[in-house]
């Protein structure tokens, strides 16, 4: 017969997914990994809601992205919206609920965010995120503490040959700052760096008015990625106190990440700038050469907290959970599977003993799983193995399943048949 | 070290394209764009050659399975894919272009007639364009032989491109706006970018003299 490719209501809507038990335990184990790091660092998780008023999710995003959220009316006609990413909440929070509190605030979360988006590999509609926001501190070592802690959460899963581009958002705003353009102009020059469209760049820069070494500083960034050395390059290619700052504090966070015993790990890019209109000093971005799409980011935002209307400098940075996973398989790294349960089932009359003893075994850390169903021998051995529990134990006479391979054991003082 | 995986687009882009490679020194031996093989040369070092077909290159190279691509313009503001843009390459230029049956004796957007149909198979693209000009349409996908659609009356007008215009004058068509022009792009994956950066440097810096000195010797 034809399938039906129409709507059913059983399908998940696209861009979403079902984790089945061997890949919840392994979204799982990642979890866990990454947020006892961050709690090692001093970093306390937070959870904030996963609708909000789409006004406070906005502040500092820029349209592209409210584009991409999901958004809805409550009932007193208030425009709601599910969360996008974690740092406009994370902000709001602060804001709202730490004000006047010690500074600086560690804070960490696990969340998922939606974004309406084509869906493809490593991008979906509803997707998981772990990360940190580091509040109060405009210290270069909150930049280096940050990226350092990208990286060991990387390393602590296991992930091998992985890369961070560090730019500086603020080396392109000076730049821009001091050139006459109009503002539509300068946000389609950024949009270009971030896409990495250097053909559209080219035809801007040379639609301009702008003078030689003017074109020759902006058509020179793609080219700015290295180690150090490309800090001195830069130095030459500008004149405005901005950038010259921007690339002073790249110095100094490199300096910082060398003694931190980090900077292999990294490769300075001054064209990174990241997408997000919020961001004013550092950013950065970890990739593989497994994945085609990057794996983690982040940044320093100064100015959003004060748009929620208590200023503060703050910085962080998160981690995509599935883009990890997908990472991972495709390095080859085992993550751990489901483990293999023991299976209890009984004869009538021991159904007492065969409960205790399942009590037992889970005290000991063992999972068990005990028959409910009144069934035939054979049916539960059937289940049983089909399910491919690790170990199969029967309680009750031996006569019933002389039909199998068995063995006889102790446990707990009480006779137990194990099946083979 | 692995091989510098490359899509290499089939159809009228390929040997000139290959040409191109080829006086760089990436391309060393023969490739054909009616080779069997998909995938060629991979058991080289260097390079590794992937034969897709035109509207699929930016796919392999978004999703990394090509490190690097070569796609006409016109391909790539349909995809809107995410993929870095790093070089024109001047080939295959041509032109994204509205056209109408002479009959209609239209030869500008204001002139015409509300409610239209176009048929084209730059679905995204035309729509785009028609609506940023006030223009309402109906647009209707088709993969080939776009320019039969007026004349068997499925559409009013195309969205096509056009290198010389004679597929045009041949069905009676006239061009009355251009949206955008086209040529052959180096297009590279956002990852692949930054971990083989001075591999695609050295491919990107070639071309770049090569297209230079085509320059100077015309």
Known sequence: MERDLTFNKMQTPSGTKDYLPAEAKKKRYLEEQIISLFSEWGYQEVITPTFEFFSALSIGTGSELQEKMYKFFNRQGEIMALRPEMTAPIARLVTNRFSGQEIPLRLSYLANVFRYEAPLAGRKREFYQAGVELIGCEE?????????????????????????????????????????????????????????????????????????????????????????????????????????????????????????????????????????????????????????????????????????????????????????????????????TVEEDTFIFYAKDYRQQAIELARRLRQKGEQVVLEVKERSVAASIDYAQQKEMGRIIYLGTVDEINNWDYQLETLFGQEVVIIE | MKPLKIALPKGRLFDPVVEMLREIGVVKGDLSDDSRKLVLNCEDQEYCFIL???????????????????????????????????????????????????????????????????????????????????????????????????????????????STGTTLRKNNLVEI??????????????????????????????????????????
């Open chain 1, 140 to 336: 270069s070592l909150a930049d280096a503490e940050i990226i350092a802690l990208a990286i060991e959460a990387l390393e602590r899963v296991g992930l091998k040959n992985f890369s961070l581009d560090i730019g500086q958002v603020d080396y392109f705003m000076g730049l821009m700052e001091k050139m006459e353009l109009e503002p539509e102009v300068k946000s389609k020059l950024k949009k270009c760096l971030t896409k990495k469209d250097f053909v559209a760049l080219e035809n801007l820069v040379s639609n301009t008015a702008l003078s030689d070494s003017e074109q020759e500083a902006i058509l020179s960034l793609p080219k700015l990625r290295g180690g150090k050395e490309i800090i001195k390059q830069a130095k030459e290619l500008i004149v405005n106190g901005k950038s010259q700052a921007a690339l002073e504090s790249l110095e100094d966070i490199y300096q910082q990440l060398e003694e931190l015993g980090v900077a292999e790990q990294v490769t300075l890019d001054l064209s990174t700038l990241r997408g997000l209109d919020y961001y004013t000093g550092i950013v950065f971005e970890g990739y593989t050469n497994d994945l085609g799409f990057t794996i983690c980011g982040g940044g320093r935002y100064d100015n959003l907290l004060g748009e929620f209307g208590e200023p503060n400098p703050a910085i962080g940075f998160s981690v995509g959970i599935d883009r990890l996973i997908l990472s991972l398989e495709n390095q080859g790294v085992k993550l751990p």
């Open chain 2, 177 to 218: 706006a251009e949206i955008a022009k086209s040529s052959a792009r180096l297009i590279v994956n956002q990852v692949s970018y930054k971990t083989k950066f001075e591999r695609i440097q050295k491919i990107s810096n070639g071309l770049k003299r090569s297209l230079n000195a085509d320059v100077e010797n015309n």
């Open chain 2, 52 to 162: 897709a077909k035109a509207v699929d290159v930016p796919t392999y190279v978004e999703y990394g399975a090509a490190d690097i691509g070569i796609s006409g313009k016109d391909v790539l503001l349909e995809a809107q894919k995410n993929v870095c843009e790093l070089l024109d390459l001047g080939l295959g230029s041509c032109r994204l272009v509205v056209a109408v049956p002479e009959e209609l004796g239209v030869s500008s957007l204001e002139e015409l007639p509300t409610l239209l149909r176009v048929a084209t198979s730059y679905p995204r693209v035309a729509e785009e364009f028609l609506n940023q000009q006030g223009i309402q349409v109906e647009v209707i996908e088709l993969n080939g032989s776009i320019e039969l659609a007026p004349t068997v009356g499925l559409a009013e007008m195309i969205v096509d491109i056009t």
